[in-house]
């Protein structure tokens, strides 16, 4: 059973993906870190009647083994299994320092499965923890399989691009990020010169960059690919780029290091510091620059125009990259999840 949010985005996706046998429930859940106080008695309402709702669920389903990934609708489950005594509890963090609500629910789990080794510092005298990697879907996994066997040309051919010009891939998650897209378009005529550039802006800000691209010559749109959102394509999209500009959200721990895709990483700045710091564990190794958001409008040509033009740059970036890849992270927590379900493979704190 996959537990979502009310009105959330998680029952579409549960059902793009065709999981055979998964049942979907919605339950009510909402933040309360950073909330005002306005807003916050609400949330708290919320919040007790998604622990009403997950008893319930809880009491339907009888779960041997629940695994968290975080998010406020995580809370409300892991407290009512755990006041039910229901099931062992797996907690998966997959930024490298862990919010509010993956605190709280460590708490409640018999282990932790970490993305990077980098997270241990959050989770001192911790025993029952184990370092992953982030999982990937198989489709990143088979392309990145089949680029290796087959090269940039053929993953370049879904969009129509010229494999021997440099690609600079731009994306800033489902939603896109707004200072990323109106830098990019900004920039769009200098960059264009040089490379071509696969841009997904995220529906939000569709109606504008598509208003933008009408503004091209016909030279600069024949470099120029602009998508709202990429679903089966993305694996391509990450194989055909040369170079990313995005944001440091946690899919960046696991997508880029499979393709071994040098990045340029603008972590968001409203939203505690969770990017910033995979953006800066990113860079640390070797495998990203990192930019300010403020600092984009000034950054974006120089900066991409510089690691473009300097192929022995990127290669050694890309290879940092690819020295951070764990392709096998859905597999060892699926195993994480198996002994959870054998009595006595893993420790039960509850007992």
Avoid at 129 to 144: E, F
Avoid at 311 to 338: G, V
């Amino acid at each position: 059973m996959w537990v979502g949010g009310a009105g959330g985005m998680e029952a579409d996706l549960v059902k793009r993906e065709a999981l055979a046998g998964v049942q979907y429930a919605a339950i009510p859940a909402a933040g309360v870190h950073g909330v005002g106080l306005r807003s916050l008695p609400g949330n708290l309402w919320q919040l007790g009647r998604g622990l009403l709702a997950s008893f319930g669920l809880l009491r339907q389903f009888r779960p041997d083994v629940l695994l968290f990934t975080g998010g406020y609708v995580a809370v409300p489950v892991a407290l009512a299994a755990r006041l039910s005594r229901i099931g062992r509890a797996v907690l998966y963090v997959p930024d490298i320092e862990p919010g509010l609500a993956l605190k709280t629910l460590a708490r409640f789990a018999d282990h932790i499965a970490l993305t990077t080794e980098d997270s241990f510092q959050y989770f001192a005298g911790r025993r029952s923890l184990s370092v992953t990697g982030y999982p990937l879907r198989p489709d990143l996994l088979k392309a990145a399989s089949r680029l290796q066997a087959e090269g940039k040309a053929a993953a370049c051919q879904a969009f129509d691009l010229r494999p021997e010009l440099p690609v600079l891939l731009v994306f800033g998650g489902s939603k896109g990020s707004r200072s990323i897209n109106r830098a990019v378009m900004a920039a769009l005529p200098d960059l264009l010169q040089e490379m071509q550039v696969l841009h997904i802006s995220g529906k939000l800000d569709w109606a504008e960059v598509e208003q933008s691209r009408l503004s091209l010559s016909p030279e600069q749109a024949a470099r120029y690919r602009l998508y709202p959102y990429l679903h089966e394509e993305m694996a391509a999209a990450l194989a055909c780029a040369d170079l990313a500009l995005t944001r440091a959200g946690a899919s960046s721990l696991g997508e880029f290091p499979l393709f071994g895709l040098p990045a340029i990483l603008a972590p968001y700045p409203y939203a505690w510091r969770y990017q910033r710091v995979n953006a800066d564990y990113l860079a640390r190794h070797g495998a990203a620059e990192v930019v300010e958001d403020a600092d984009l409008p000034d950054q974006i040509i120089p900066l991409v125009r510089s690691l473009m033009t300097d192929l022995p740059r990127r290669q050694k970036m890309a290879q940092a990259m690819r020295q951070l890849a764990r392709p096998d992270a859905a597999q060892q927590i699926a195993t994480l999840l198996s002994q959870a379900a054998a009595p006595g493979l893993l420790v039960d704190r509850r007992n």
